[in-house]
């Protein structure tokens, strides 16, 4: 079990983070800039926290009120940096061993090599592998150092897409074999959704609890932790009820319960809008604005045909070639769908 409770300020950033996990990975998912490489480069003592506690199983590594500050290197806490930071002019081989405890160097090398299937680059320096190799070469590293916890700040950013998924797959093992506490940093929910059952959202420096991925997705209450699950229409509500206004859109939508007064917008997703027909429930007529093609189907912009100039325009998927600028046609969503934000 991996618990923080921190705040830090550098300059006019102030992050307060506040989570726990246990032996499953959790994402740390966030906009740009919001804290999350600040908060693991002080869960791994690389940073100190103004205040608060760090504690892995049952281990202080940080507490202020008690003076407690362990160095990195006695934290036994792993990170895989977004550039994976080998050490240039040794081999893989080296790169791996010198991580490990003295004395079983040799073995635990031979043993990672082995299973991240580099033994035939094992005599190579790092600018002679793979961008996919340096990142089993780090993450062999981090394990050879006996960790008990991994941190991972946007492992994948460097990858082309075709790596991307194959190393998120690998590195999705890895890390189910590791069973201790492991924080994955994204900014990309798609990314966070496949690797982790537990998310917790940081918004401008604010960590707070931990949920699952599918209550995220079912209901991510705030309009920023339904931007960051890839909520594609936002737009401003006046709850009514179990019904909600859309001014700007000169509409109201029906939803599956009574929306919270606190109720300030609507996330409705792409893939929950349907195509249907004038008086059907929560249906709305739109005009297609732009069709851009996809490479399996046509990304289109609407717009409400009652909508305010300033409205936002609402986009959806269709069949490849279905529709074009200019038609008419009428778009619904199930009450269940409709996403109710503060
Ligand atoms: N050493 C530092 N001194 C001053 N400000 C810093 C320092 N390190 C980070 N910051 C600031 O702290 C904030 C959070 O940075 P951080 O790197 O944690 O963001 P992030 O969420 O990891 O972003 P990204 O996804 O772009 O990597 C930023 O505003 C950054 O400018």
Not at 25 to 37: R, T
Not at 142 to 159: F, G, H, Q, R, W
Not at 224 to 248: F, K, Y
Request: with cysteine; hydrophobic share 40%.
């Amino acid at each position: 079990m991996l618990s923080v409770d921190i705040q830090k300020r550098l300059g006019d950033f102030q992050l307060q983070a506040r989570f726990e996990t246990g032996d499953s990975p959790l994402a740390l998912l966030g906009a740009s800039g919001c804290g999350k490489s600040v908060t693991l480069r002080c869960i791994a003592g690389i940073l100190r926290p103004d205040q608060g506690k760090i504690v892995l199983n049952g281990r202080t590594l940080f507490d202020s009120a008690r003076h407690i500050d362990l160095p990195p290197q006695r934290r036994k806490v792993g990170y895989l940096f977004q550039q994976y930071a080998l050490f240039p002019n040794m081999t893989v081989r080296q790169n791996i061993a010198v991580a490990a405890e003295k004395g079983r160097r040799a073995e635990r090398a031979a043993e990672l090599l082995r299973r991240f299937h580099l033994e035939d680059v094992a005599e190579h320096r790092p600018r002679q592998i793979s961008g996919g190799q340096q990142q089993r070469t780090a993450l062999a590293r981090i394990l050879a150092s006996e960790p008990e916890a991994i941190l991972l700040d946007e492992p994948l950013s460097a990858l082309d897409l075709y790596l991307r998924r194959q190393l998120e797959e690998e590195l999705r093992c890895a890390l189910d074999a590791f069973c201790a506490p492991s924080v994955w940093v994204t900014h990309d929910q798609g990314e966070a959704c496949r690797s982790c059952r537990q998310v917790c959202i940081m918004e401008s420096g604010t960590a707070s609890g931990v949920r699952s991925m599918e209550d995220l997705f079912a209901d991510p209450i705030s309009v920023s932790a339904a931007r960051l699950s890839g909520c594609e229409n936002l737009v401003g509500a006046v709850p009514r009820g179990t019904e909600v206004q859309i001014p700007l859109w000169g509409i109201s939508l029906r939803c599956a319960a009574p929306a919270a007064q606190e109720t300030t917008a609507l996330g409705l997703r792409m893939q929950h809008l349907r195509l249907s027909r004038e008086g059907m429930e929560n249906a709305f007529a739109c005009r297609v604005v732009q069709s851009a093609p996809e490479a399996f189907s046509d990304l289109l912009t609407l717009r409400p045909l009652s909508a305010a100039p300033e409205g936002p325009m609402l986009h959806m998927e269709a069949e490849k070639g279905l529709l074009s600028a200019g038609d008419l046609l009428w778009v619904s969503i199930a009450p269940e769908h409709v996403l109710t934000l503060r």
